[in-house]
């Protein structure tokens, strides 16, 4: 059982490679996790792309299954990005809402100007009744390159610490795998991206 303490996990299964440049202010409480894949293909990469601060993940999951702590736990980081609208998703929203959201979609301006528009409008609700943000889910990353169009597979090892991370996590915060998502669910990010990671 993994404990925390002042934002970081304590385990032997856990290395502690804290981030500070990726860590953006408190965290206002833990909903849940969303898997990434980083788009490289060793852990030594990102671990050097986040001490210059950017974007950046909680944990982050080596090939051969070294699982690393990169920001406390207590602190948001930027690793979601602009969210979809989840009513709109699952064709549950209010005849207003869904009018709103209609109207943002044919309006004026940029495509990412108006995805930032739904993503504003979404953040003001409370999670389940939006996706999760940055200011109250967890990111891990597990190193993976997307290769002809589709992120790699995880290895065996990932499988294996992705899997052990989770369940001690949900555990530790209280939650259930209902509370996991992958980054494309919630954002506008690659279809494949944490495919296959299985939780």
Not at 164 to 183: I, Q
Request: proline share 4%; glycine share 8%.
């Amino acid at each position: 059982m993994l404990t925390v303490t002042e934002g970081t996990v304590i385990h032997g299964k856990i290395k502690v490679q804290l981030r500070p440049k990726i860590e953006r202010g408190p965290l206002a409480g833990v909903n849940g996790l969303v898997m990434h894949q980083s788009g490289g293909s060793d852990a030594a990469g990102a671990l050097a792309a986040y001490k210059n601060g950017g974007n950046g993940a909680h944990f982050l999951i080596d090939k051969d299954g070294a699982i690393y702590q990169t920001a406390r736990v207590n602190q948001r980081t930027f690793h979601v990005g602009n969210i979809q609208s989840r009513c709109h998703n699952i064709d549950s929203c209010s005849v207003e809402e869904a009018n709103e959201i209609k109207t943002i979609l044919k309006g004026k301006g940029t495509y990412s100007q108006k995805v930032k528009r739904i993503s504003d409008r979404e953040k003001t609700k409370a999670y389940p009744d939006r996706y999760p943000t940055n200011a109250d889910f967890l990111g891990i990353e597990v190193v993976g390159k997307l290769v002809d169009k589709s992120y790699e597979k995880p290895t065996a090892e990932q499988d294996a610490s992705v899997k052990w991370l989770v369940a001690e996590l949900l555990a530790f915060y209280k939650l259930t795998t209902a509370d996991v998502y992958r980054h494309p669910q919630v954002s506008y990010k690659h279809p494949t991206e944490a495919k296959n990671v299985t939780c």
